[in-house]
């Protein structure tokens, strides 16, 4: 009898491995769409720093329990994985896929093998078990070219649960409320048919900037759209402490003020702490009411699972592994799975460093050939070597973003920080306005027309802090302080600011309006002030001084934002002087930039 039981497909197939990749890896989205069972892992910290995962699931009436070991993958190339069994049918159950390129595309070859245990297992065998799973698969993969041509609503077939009685109709009257509000953006209907119909693995952690790639639609309106539907019970909203290294919630709370202040990543097995800017995430989910989400993993940890992994290795120690695969250039860190020390790499697409594994973690060595990736573990015992791209950042919502968001101060007024709280953000754009002359104004046009005029200027500067990406934090008097986590977005909004108050005092005939403006970025801390998040530090400061600075119809922006290469962009075609002041509370000079001397502004786009 044969030890080891084994099926290979292979498809030519007319797409690259570029396009085959998110799909083929995604191992739990295709785990659901074969209807296999979800499993429960159990992790286990050691005390070499490494953590043994075991699953459990049920399956054919009996209890399987298997090593859940980490994936190997190489970005668009190939992945498989190995679970060793303590209990069930198999000894091993081993998958692995690989994509070549082709002249017509790709060689797709799938490979399923198991070692089988005992009587039932030898059954298994004979009865055909990799034969019963051949059909799915052989339809699987050619379907998702056919999604890739547009042909198919979605990657795999996929058969939603039974919803909840009267949850359809439930779903139905809270999108059109959704839609009459100003944040369903025509995308209300949309969104509640992917809630009702769309995988788990896609609503497990719904991520508004993703789906605002995948509807190729303007980022804030899905924001608004996914922030409005929480509010009115269609979604939830959750807030995630990513894990560092993995990027993994491990922690999950329905309010910022229930943010722990640290957590544990059994995964990676690591400590650490809550960072606004970092690793606090806001996701939602479908609201029970309308569609349950159930508990387990479809694939613990596969490559999509992580998609800012490009590599992940297992190496013996002592093994020196080569890879022939050019990466494209950007920021790079090598690691281990296991807690240890980091390297952080700019790869300029020339020769890649090796990635180095030893006891204590990982690091950069000699420079490999050119499209050569070297792996080298120097460690007593085995490591897996990981080399992740620092791009993920990008389809994370992080708190720092969402909060800086007009259309989440407004619907999520009472969010805020626990009093005691304060938390880190690295950089934060601040805008400070204020009216020149507010009191001959009312003396000039009387009490009634001025306040009037008064109420349309924060009008029209709350709503193109909005359009800019930006929120409110605060008003005092006839000022404002508004917040951006986007620096060329605030700058944009600063210009617009003017050339509308331009427009309208034309308009009115006079200079019934002139506004003063500072702007300063930077490191802050975010706390609750008056029930309301709110920011302090030397970065607020400086930027209150630089609005101190301005005269009416100016902008003052600080040379340190000025620097910023997206600012700088805009204004180079900007008139403007460079000064540089002893401002009160700092003891060094501080230079900065005036915008609109004598009126002169150059259009923001």
């Given at each position: 009898m044969p030890k080891l039981v084994s099926r290979t497909w292979t498809w030519s197939l007319p797409k690259t491995p570029e396009e085959l990749w998110p799909l083929l890896s995604d191992t739990a989205r295709f785990n659901e769409a074969s209807k296999l069972p979800k499993y429960q892992v159990e992790e286990t910290p050691q005390?070499?720093?490494?953590?043994?995962?075991?699953?459990?699931?049920?399956?054919?009436?009996?209890?399987?329990?298997?090593?859940?070991?980490?994936?190997?993958?190489?970005?668009?190339?190939?992945?498989?994985?190995?679970?060793?069994?303590?209990?069930?049918?198999?000894?091993?159950?081993?998958?692995?896929?690989?994509l070549e390129p082709s002249p017509t595309g790709s060689i797709a070859t799938y490979?399923?093998?198991?070692?089988?245990?005992?009587?039932?297992?030898?059954?298994?065998?004979?009865?055909?078990?990799?034969?019963?799973?051949?059909?799915?698969?052989?339809?699987?993969?050619?379907?998702?070219?056919?999604?890739?041509?547009?042909?198919?609503?979605?990657?795999?077939?996929?058969?939603?649960?039974?919803?909840?009685?009267?949850?359809?109709?439930?779903?139905?009257?809270?999108?059109?409320?959704?839609?009459?509000?100003?944040?369903?953006?025509?995308?209300?209907?949309?969104?509640?048919?992917?809630?009702?119909?769309?995988?788990?693995?896609?609503?497990?952690?719904?991520?508004?900037?993703?789906?605002?790639?995948q509807w190729q639609a303007e980022p804030r309106h899905v924001v608004e759209l996914c922030l409005e539907s929480a509010r009115q019970g269609l979604l939830k909203l959750q807030w995630g402490l990513l894990c560092p290294r993995c990027r993994g919630a491990k922690q999950t709370v329905s309010a910022l003020d229930q943010l722990p202040r640290g957590a544990h990543c059994p995964?990676?097995?690591?400590?650490?702490?809550?960072?606004?800017?970092?690793?606090?995430?806001?996701?939602?989910?479908?609201?029970?009411?309308?569609?349950?989400?159930?508990?387990?993993?479809?694939?613990?940890?596969?490559?999509y699972a992580t998609p800012h992994v490009m590599v992940q290795q297992i190496l013996a120690p002592g093994?020196?592994?080569?890879?022939?695969?050019?990466?494209?250039?950007?920021?790079?860190?090598?690691?281990?799975?296991?807690?240890?020390?980091?390297a952080d790499v700019a790869y300029d697409g020339r020769a890649m460093p090796e990635v180095v594994a030893a006891d204590t973690g990982?690091?950069?060595?000699?420079?490999?050939?050119?499209?050569?990736?070297?792996?080298?573990?120097?460690?007593?015992?085995?490591r897996t070597l990981v080399v992740e791209s620092r791009a993920w950042?990008?389809?994370?919502?992080?708190?720092?973003?969402?909060?800086?968001?007009?259309?989440?101060?407004?619907?999520?007024?009472?969010?805020?920080?626990?009093?005691?709280?304060?938390?880190?953000?690295?950089?934060?754009?601040?805008?400070?306005?204020?009216?020149?002359?507010?009191?001959?104004?009312?003396?000039?046009?009387?009490?009634?027309?001025?306040?009037h005029l008064v109420r349309e200027h924060f009008g029209f500067l709350t709503d193109l802090v909005r359009r800019h990406n930006g929120a409110m934090v605060k008003?005092?008097?006839?000022?404002?302080?508004?917040?951006?986590?986007?620096?060329?977005?605030?700058?944009?909004?600063?210009?617009?600011?003017?050339?509308?108050?331009?427009?309208?005092?034309?308009?009115?005939?006079?200079?019934?309006?002139?506004i003063r403006m500072g702007l300063h970025g930077g490191p802050c801390v975010a706390v609750?002030?008056?029930?309301?998040?709110?920011?302090?530090?030397?970065?607020?400061?400086?930027?209150a001084r630089m609005q101190g600075q301005s005269g009416g119809g100016e902008i003052v922006i600080s040379e340190s934002l000025a620097a910023d290469p997206a600012v700088a962009e805009l204004l180079v075609n900007q008139p403007m002087l460079h000064e540089t002041e002893a401002i009160k509370g700092f003891e060094v000079p501080v230079p900065y930039r005036r915008l609109g001397k004598d009126g002169i502004l150059a259009s923001a786009a």
């Open positions: 005390a070499d720093g490494s953590v043994r995962r075991i699953g459990r699931s049920k399956v054919m009436g009996g209890t399987w329990m298997w090593e859940e070991t980490p994936y190997e993958w190489v970005y668009r190339k190939h992945f498989s994985q190995t679970r060793p069994f303590i209990k069930g049918p198999f000894k091993s159950f081993r998958i692995a896929l690989s490979t399923v093998e198991f070692a089988p245990r005992g009587m039932f297992g030898w059954l298994l065998a004979r009865t055909g078990f990799i034969d019963k799973l051949g059909p799915k698969i052989e339809r699987m993969v050619p379907d998702a070219c056919a999604f890739l041509d547009g042909v198919r609503p979605m990657p795999f077939d996929y058969e939603p649960p039974d919803l909840q009685p009267g949850a359809g109709e439930r779903a139905g009257v809270l999108a059109a409320k959704i839609e009459q509000s100003p944040y369903g953006h025509g995308m209300a209907q949309r969104l509640t048919s992917h809630i009702l119909t769309a995988q788990e693995v896609d609503l497990i952690r719904i991520k508004p900037l993703v789906l605002a790639r995964s990676c097995n690591i400590n650490y702490d809550s960072e606004f800017s970092k690793n606090v995430e806001i996701t939602f989910q479908p609201a029970p009411a309308v569609r349950e989400i159930t508990a387990g993993e479809f694939c613990m940890a596969g490559p093994e020196v592994r080569q890879l022939g695969q050019a990466l494209p250039p950007t920021d790079y860190r090598f690691r281990t799975i296991d807690p240890g020390t980091t990982a690091s950069s060595g000699a420079a490999a050939g050119p499209g050569q990736i070297v792996l080298r573990n120097r460690a007593s015992r085995p950042a990008a389809d994370a919502l992080t708190a720092h973003k969402v909060t800086s968001l007009q259309a989440f101060r407004d619907l999520f007024a009472e969010e805020a920080l626990r009093p005691d709280e304060a938390m880190s953000i690295d950089n934060v754009t601040l805008l400070f306005t204020d009216l020149e002359g507010s009191t001959a104004l009312y003396e000039r046009i009387g009490d009634g027309p001025a306040y008003t005092m008097g006839d000022a404002v302080m508004a917040a951006f986590a986007d620096p060329a977005e605030a700058v944009r909004a600063a210009l617009e600011m003017q050339q509308r108050v331009a427009g309208f005092n034309a308009r009115q005939g006079s200079e019934a309006l002139v609750t002030l008056n029930d309301r998040l709110d920011y302090f530090g030397s970065t607020v400061n400086l930027a």
